[in-house]
């Protein structure tokens, strides 16, 4: 998959943190539950780097601006550190582009996995009273209403899953080739 292991490290360092601030971003847009102990452990990883950047960097609505901020940041940081390894060259264009289509494409990756576990738990164990299946059922709960809002149940069946899985899919395809 990787040919150089130095460069797989860095990536899965940089993804793994870029993935724990991009889950605190879906958690306050959702307004997922604060107090979940998975959500507790969001807030104290992200804390340190993101309280200094909301003293400049103020939140528009819903959306905390300074969690995006740090998941740009966290992601050019990857970009720029492979682009170093590698020993390429890319211009300040390549940068943004890397920087915009990987941090997007990352968040599409935690909807996926957060929608298949959503679904294996529906079939397993519906209406679990654990706090990370509580957490899932709160970050893709809006996912579901806005499709089922388009596409009804059929007699008790619901095919929202499918096409926001569709979605996710075609989108990921299209930013696949930008994302590291």
Do not use: E
Request: aromatic share 12%; proline share 7%; with cysteine.
């Amino acid at each position: 998959m990787y040919s150089d292991p130095f460069t797989m490290l860095v990536k899965v360092i940089c993804n793994l943190y870029l993935f724990i601030v991009l889950l605190r971003l879906v958690l306050q847009l959702t307004r997922a539950d604060f107090y979940n102990p998975i959500s507790q452990g969001v807030v104290r990883a992200t804390s340190p780097l993101i309280l200094p950047l909301r003293k400049i960097i103020p939140a528009i609505g819903r959306l905390d601006t300074a969690s995006l901020v740090l998941a740009f940041a966290v992601q050019l940081l990857t970009v720029a550190l492979v682009v170093l390894i590698k020993g390429v060259s890319l211009s300040p264009a390549g940068y943004a582009i890397y920087t915009i289509a990987g941090t997007f494409y990352h968040l599409l990756d935690l909807y996926f996995w957060a929608m298949l576990i959503s679904v294996i738990l529906s079939w397993v164990a519906p209406g679990a009273s654990h706090p990370g299946a509580m957490l899932v059922g709160q970050i893709t709960a809006p996912l579901y209403r806005a499709c089922q809002r388009v596409i009804p149940t059929l007699g008790g069946l619901d095919l929202s899953p499918i096409f926001i899985f569709l979605t996710i899919s075609f989108l990921k395809q299209i930013l696949g080739p930008y994302s590291l």
